[in-house]
């Protein structure tokens, strides 16, 4: 049984990039999208970035509510 927590630091890994808080923060403020850009469509992922992020939201599964909390992150607030 798997008991990994699914949380910003794993999911950081999971695409490969660097995952300690302060690593993420400095992501999220330097990749904030405009509200017409989705997640899965910024220029800055890799193919295989998108990719993961896009099947990981269609299953609706486990990492689902993680990559929404990515996503709300890097869409700025009004």
Request: aromatic residues 12%.
């Given at each position: 049984m798997d008991m990994t927590q699914n949380t910003l630091e794993t999911l950081f890994d999971q695409l490969g990039l660097a995952s300690d808080e302060a690593s993420i923060d400095a992501f999220i403020a330097a990749h904030?999208?405009?509200d017409d850009?989705?997640?899965?469509?910024?220029?800055?992922?890799?193919?295989?970035?998108?990719?993961?992020l896009k099947e990981e939201l269609r299953a609706?599964?486990?990492?689902?509510?993680?990559?929404?909390?990515?996503?709300?992150?890097?869409?700025?607030k009004k």
């Open positions: 904030q999208l405009p850009v989705k997640l899965i469509d910024a220029d800055f992922w890799t193919p295989q970035q998108a990719r993961y609706d599964g486990e990492w689902a509510m993680v990559v929404d909390e990515l996503n709300e992150r890097l869409h700025p």
